[in-house]
């Protein structure tokens, strides 16, 4: 793996990480970056290391476009790209042998391969306990990396990984990384990756579960009092509620209910307390109050801070001034066309981040989850936040793996529902449930990248026609199936793929 090979000691980092002000800590200018071991001389280096990757997850490239709002969304069939020359079509239309693809299917390769080298440094330099970081921040950063590293390896067995079964489960597909400065590493089986996966998240849980204010405090979306924030901002980090859910997702790829349920349902009552929410699902009074807020902010666990969130994500997928070869929308007007079909409730609170407006004389329906308001007061918790994780993806999952249907309706899905201000749903079969869990998927996760993957989890050859208002495509499985990047092929060539996995 030529990046990885070349990175010193696989770190970014940032000189204007530590600032106090929610507005800078993320910030990172790639001209500042360093690649010196000398960093992890101290604590305060091993947390710029950590905030780097943070940053760097806000590329284009990555998750700041094509791994939650852009790529992954277009396929999933949420947009009409049937332009010939529309700049997403390739994507709409799985044309991975396309030149433009290939080069996006590269660049997210490298990049999450190198930002997991970065973790990998940050874990090396951990050890198994550093002089320069006490206890508690020995494993908030240890914990916080493992997390990260699990995380992006299940992205990329989600991408390039096959359609998890049975019978595809030993298929070779990607490597499981652990150091910062290796060659070419062993493709090892979609079931072997997520047994890393999982692994690394179980350490993650068990270092944070005795350091992490999140448990006991929740988000502390606010600057510390004591000038250092370390310790808050914490949906803007790989907290402990992020990993446990993580598993959960994790669980469920491989089809194992039992474990995917069990870790969604502990999340769920821990952060959803009635004496003390910590991450409460949103409720008609804080909607009343904050209706701009497309994100549902109060129920992220771990999300982006993206201060270019407006210019890079609204102004460039979403804004109804942009050319019809540019803008994502779905077919057909707000009234009649595909966002009409979507939300079977016209009060739900999801259906209000579309808006219609003249543009060049014609009726434009736009998508404004992701526009910039500031005039709510809780504003500020939200405008540049990008959800990665949610607590309203945990409800869909305990209400999929739980065995009786009205348990699943009344204590799940239907208070997911009531959440977004939406009439209960009743279903009579396990097949009539899962049909309304899909239906929600839809909805509730536009905007970050969740839909192809739930497709693909569940292999389905029949899904919605972005190009038309109200139809259907046939799916062939193998455009789920994420090629590898001709330069991951190119090293592969010739080299003996059979190193045995650390």
Same mark, same amino acid.
């Given at each position: ?75 999933? =069939? ?13 994507? &709409? ?23 997991? &080298? ?126 446990? &859910? ?116 014609? !009726? ?54 009531? &959440? ?55 799916? =062939?499985? !193998? ?11 190119? =090293? ?11």
């Amino acid at each position: 793996m030529n990046l990885v090979r070349n990175i010193k000691s696989g770190l970014i980092v940032g000189v204007m990480l530590l600032l106090v002000s929610c507005n800078s800590w993320l910030e990172v200018d790639p001209d500042d970056r360093i690649m010196d071991n000398s960093l992890f001389k101290d604590r305060e280096g091993f947390l710029a290391a950590l905030n780097g990757v943070y940053s760097e997850m806000n590329d284009p490239k990555l998750y700041g476009a094509n791994l939650t709002m852009g790529m992954l969304d277009v396929m999933a =069939q949420y947009y009409n790209c049937n332009f010939t020359d529309h700049d997403y079509s390739v994507y &709409a239309n799985y044309s991975y042998t396309q030149k433009g693809f290939k080069s996006t299917l590269d660049n997210i390769w490298s990049g999450l391969y190198s930002m997991i &080298a970065n973790c990998n440094a940050i874990l090396a330099h951990c050890g198994d306990g550093n002089p320069v970081l006490s206890d508690t921040y020995y494993r908030l950063v240890k914990g916080e990396a493992l997390g990260l590293r699990a995380m992006m390896h299940l992205d990329l067995v989600r991408m390039f990984g096959p359609v998890y079964s049975e019978e595809n489960k030993e298929i070779k597909c990607i490597p499981y990384m652990t150091k910062a400065d290796r060659g070419v590493q062993p493709l090892l089986s979609a079931d072997s990756v997520i047994y890393y996966v999982i692994k690394d998240l179980e350490i993650a849980s068990s270092l944070l579960s005795t350091v992490d204010p999140v448990i006991t405090e929740g988000a502390r979306n606010h600057d510390s009092e004591k000038g250092t924030n370390d310790l808050y901002y914490r949906q803007y980090r790989m907290n402990y509620f992020a990993v446990n &859910a993580l598993m959960a997702r994790a669980y469920l790829w491989i089809g194992n209910t039992q474990k995917a349920g069990e870790c969604a349902r502990t999340v769920i009552a821990k952060v959803s307390n009635e004496d003390k929410p910590l991450f409460p699902l949103v409720n008609v009074d804080y909607m009343t109050k904050n209706s701009p807020d497309g994100v549902f902010y109060p129920e992220v666990l771990f999300s982006l801070y993206n201060t270019s969130r407006e210019s890079k994500v609204y102004k460039t997928f979403f804004d109804p001034s942009l050319s019809v070869v540019k803008m994502l929308t779905m077919s057909g007007n707000l009234s009649t066309g595909r966002v009409n079909g979507t939300y079977d409730d016209k009060d739900d609170y999801r259906y209000r981040m579309w808006a219609s407006t003249i543009s060049n004389s014609k !009726e434009v329906t736009y998508l404004n989850k992701y526009k910039d308001e500031t005039e709510a007061d809780s504003a500020y918790h939200y405008r540049y936040m990008i959800p990665l994780v949610r607590v309203s993806e945990l409800y869909l999952i305990a209400a999929e793996c739980e065995t009786d249907v009205p348990t699943a309706l009344e204590k799940y899905f239907n208070k997911l529902r009531f &959440a977004r201000n939406c009439v209960n749903q009743n279903a009579s079969s396990v097949e009539e449930l899962k049909g309304l869990i899909r239906s929600e998927y839809v909805r509730e996760f536009i905007g970050e990248g969740q839909l192809f993957f739930y497709y693909k989890r569940n292999g389905l050859q029949t899904i919605p026609d972005g190009a038309t208002t109200s139809g259907t495509m046939n799916m =062939q499985l !193998e455009n789920y199936v994420f090629p590898l990047p001709d330069s991951e092929t190119s =090293q592969r060539a010739g080299s003996q793929d059979n190193v045995s996995q650390e």
